[in-house]
């Protein structure tokens, strides 16, 4: 997107997206040619779908949070007239009405992610739409944080603090965490009172955007911090430097995010799931917990499964199978 072939307009840059689409499809078929080929013939079949859900997952993920980003660059080319950097830069020539503008992009995005949402409720679609419409959905939402993450920054370092880099990031990562957090607590309270399963989703989507804004912040604020003190200490080459620290920033988050962050996320997670299967109509049994637990859900077993299961338990404690048909059966061996 920044050789001189592309980078004299919009519509060279959207090529440029448009591009990139298409290269990371070719990569996901190959890469699901070679698992299809060499990997899932040796396993079982419940492995085989768990393996291709989890990366079916990455692979979304990469699309979205690399086409997001390039989407963001198009709307501020458009906006601005220059192509921005690769890395957040630091300008001071944006007007305020283009950082309003930016902003009003962020909701856009995000209105567009709730209609695709819609989309996938209100119609069944094969795996290959379904699949199609998620990334789509999640494409919007990372062009929506990294908008918002952009126009924080436009306000910040346009207005405040130009000269002091360090200071401007740590202030704009603090100001995009408590107006996110501000919007995350309405839409949490709007996805608990609400009775429709896409008001549900829709504020748990938006809550998505508004987390991801947040995370490149603090992402960026730390990259910054880190740099600057890697170069500032003495003794230690920058590299070596960089290295201790990360090393100490995962020693003191990854406890916490595997106490508190982990534990939510996969009880979320069994909520979905629950929610699918409730949606193509398999019985779903919830689990009473013990205390302080939450609550888990498995399917129902069909009931010649069940009789089956019961049968064999008798067989195993030594006792006679009852014969004769099924229901007389166990009638008679339960009046025993």
Not at 13 to 25: D, E, G
Not at 72 to 89: C, D, M
């Amino acid at each position: 997107m920044h050789t001189k072939e592309f980078d004299q307009g919009v519509g060279h840059c959207l090529a440029v997206v448009l591009c990139a689409i298409v290269f990371m499809f070719v990569f996901a078929s190959g890469s699901y040619f070679i698992r299809n080929m060499f990997v899932y013939p040796k396993m079982r079949e419940e492995q085989r779908e768990e393996c291709g859900e989890e990366i079916r997952e990455v692979e979304n993920d990469m699309v979205a949070l690399s086409v997001g980003f390039m989407v963001s660059e198009v709307v501020r080319f458009g906006i601005h007239g220059e192509l921005p950097e690769g890395e957040p830069n630091v300008k001071d020539d944006h007007e305020q009405w283009e950082a309003w503008v930016l902003y009003a992009f962020s909701i856009v995005f995000g209105v567009i992610a709730l209609c695709f949402l819609k989309l996938q409720f209100s119609k069944e679609f094969g795996k290959k739409v379904h699949r199609i419409l998620e990334i789509a959905k999640m494409t919007c939402i990372m062009a929506m944080a990294w908008c918002l993450l952009f126009w924080g920054q436009w306000e910040i370092f346009d207005t405040h603090l130009v000269k002091r880099e360090n200071l401007a990031r740590i202030v704009l990562a603090l100001a995009l965490t408590y107006y996110g957090m501000i919007q995350i607590f309405v839409l949490d309270a709007v996805a608990d009172h609400s009775k429709s399963k896409i008001a549900k989703k829709g504020s748990r989507l938006l809550t998505k955007g508004f987390g991801l804004a947040l995370a490149f912040a603090w992402e960026a604020s730390f990259d910054n911090s880190i740099e600057t003190m890697a170069d500032g200490i003495k003794g230690w080459s920058p590299g070596g430097m960089k290295l201790l620290i990360a090393c100490v920033l995962v020693a003191i988050v990854a406890p916490a995010w595997a106490k508190y962050i982990l534990p939510k996320t996969m009880t979320e997670e069994e909520e979905e799931e629950k929610d699918q299967k409730e949606a193509d109509g398999e019985d779903v049994e919830v689990i009473k917990p013990p205390p302080g637990k939450p609550a888990e859900a498995k399917i129902a077993p069909e009931p010649a499964a069940t009789e089956a299961g019961e049968a064999g338990t008798l067989r195993d404690a030594g006792q006679a199978e009852p014969v004769g048909k099924p229901g007389e059966a166990w009638s008679a061996e339960a009046a025993k």
